[in-house]
């Protein structure tokens, strides 16, 4: 009878590798099932144990600040770039994640009610605001759309695929957000 080998333990030495394993097995389950993924399903994926789990991430919440953290980074990189237009690129990276990632928005709900601390709305909105004066200066919008309307346009399309459903591409939503708010339309 052949003799399985288990993994060896390789402690610390691991640390890092079983990070970046949590944090793309609890993208990908956060995506395709929401933010009340199990975070056992979350480990199971990631190949490790709950216990490496909560050493890394202590809380739910701490864990989806970890995964979508990207969505912040890769937000400010798009408000970098110096382009008139560079906020409709922002604006439709946005509207991307609220239909893909509806996990990003319930752990912005949850993270609102839990602490007192959180701003990720002002950060949002920091973000938002240069990409959002050049495309006025540029005449691609109107001279007083503000950062709260588009805020306020995001939480219209998070509402719409958290109410309607059936939303499976960026730009149908996108449409349908701007019919609604056409003060966001381009040109």
Do not use: C
């Amino acid at each position: 009878m052949a003799q399985r080998r288990s993994k060896s333990n390789r402690g610390p030495a691991a640390a890092a590798e079983n990070r970046e394993a949590l944090l793309a097995a609890a993208r990908s389950l956060f995506r395709a099932h929401g933010y009340d993924v199990p975070l056992s399903k979350i480990a199971r994926e990631a190949g490790v144990g709950q216990g490496v789990l909560y050493r890394h991430f202590p809380t739910r919440l701490e864990l989806a600040f970890a995964v979508f953290e990207k969505n912040y980074a890769r937000y400010e990189r798009l408000a970098r770039e110096s382009a008139p237009d560079a906020f409709f690129t922002l604006w439709d990276e946005i509207v991307r994640n609220v239909i893909e990632e509806t996990a990003f928005i319930d752990m912005a709900i949850e993270a609102r009610r839990t602490r007192d601390d959180y701003d990720a709305i002002e950060r949002l909105m920091e973000i938002l605001r240069p990409p959002l004066q050049r495309a006025i200066v540029a005449d691609l919008l109107a001279p007083d759309v503000t950062a709260d309307e588009v805020v306020m346009a995001i939480r219209m399309a998070y509402g719409i695929v958290r109410t309607a459903g059936g939303f499976t591409d960026a730009a149908d939503l996108r449409r349908t957000v701007l019919r609604a708010f056409p003060r966001l339309a381009h040109g």
